[in-house]
């Protein structure tokens, strides 16, 4: 069983940094493929990016390409990281991150594991 803890999340102004933390126990941290998608109010869940096993592949949403950046330490730290910069209201969301046994992919529904998220709120 894989357990993930997000971290990092809060109030910020538009124009923005956040750093985003995931950290995972249990299970065999550096061959996941890790994802982060977020929720807003009303609203379905959404791909934001994925990174394969050891980094060597991402994926971004369009919507955050060139302002969001996933890294993943799969050194004594067991954390995914989602830096956020340029942050636009319409980033405000929950952020969840998600593991996933058998490779990078955009989808929610072929996540395995999903932390319990962290609020991210852009004001403008």
């Known amino acids: 069983q894989v357990h993930l803890v997000e971290s990092g999340g809060g109030l910020v102004q538009a124009g923005g940094s956040l750093r985003l933390s995931c950290t995972a126990s249990g299970g065999t941290f550096s061959s996941y493929a890790m994802g982060w998608f977020r929720q807003a109010p009303g609203k379905e869940r959404e791909f934001v990016t994925a990174?394969?096993?050891?980094?060597?592949?991402?994926?971004y949403a369009d919507s955050v390409k060139g302002r969001f950046t996933i890294s993943k330490d799969n050194n004594a730290r067991n954390t995914v990281y989602l830096r956020m910069n340029r942050l636009k209201p319409e980033d405000t969301a929950v952020y969840y991150c998600?593991?996933?046994?058998?490779?990078?992919?955009?989808?929610?529904?072929?996540?395995?594991?999903w932390g319990q998220g962290t609020q991210v709120t852009v004001s403008s």
């Open positions: 998600a593991a996933r046994l058998t490779g990078i992919s955009t989808s929610s529904g072929r996540y395995d594991y």
């Open positions: 990174t394969n096993w050891n980094g060597d592949t991402t994926y």
